[in-house]
């Protein structure tokens, strides 16, 4: 499986951007798919995630209320609309392809496929 994610940019504080996940393989819509970022000088951490038919979705807290995520199993795509954006959503944001069992979607350690990381900088 291959990611390929996109839509990063600058914005400033309050606006909008929507990241795209591209996803090669026949198996995506078999596997919960999940967004995790990484600020400057700071370890990664998830983000938000969606189950493998989209039944199921989580968020981390920070996020609640402002981001949603989805995903279009026809063409194998998964996205993540932010809103609202602050200067600490600052950081480079990953797709990645989640465990087969959807209560393991917080263990980062057990995404085996990720994309190369979009940028996304908000400025106040």
């Known amino acids: 499986v291959q990611l390929q994610a996109s839509g990063g940019g600058l914005v400033q504080a309050g606006g909008s951007l929507r990241l795209s996940c591209a996803a090669s393989?026949?198996?995506?819509?078999?596997?919960?798919m999940g967004w995790f970022r990484q600020a400057p000088g700071k370890e990664r951490e998830f983000v938000a995630a969606i189950s493998s038919l989209g039944g199921s979705i989580s968020y981390v807290d920070s996020v609640k209320g402002r981001f949603t995520i989805s995903r279009d199993n026809v063409k194998n795509m998964v996205y993540l609309q932010m809103n609202n954006l602050s200067t600490e959503d600052t950081a480079v944001y990953y797709c990645?392809?989640?465990?087969?069992?959807?209560?393991?979607?917080?263990?980062?350690?057990?995404?085996?496929?990720w994309g190369q990381g979009t940028q996304v900088t908000v400025s106040s």
């Open positions: 393989g026949r198996a995506f819509s078999t596997y919960p």
């Open positions: 990645a392809v989640g465990p087969p069992r959807w209560s393991d979607y917080v263990r980062q350690s057990l995404y085996k496929y």
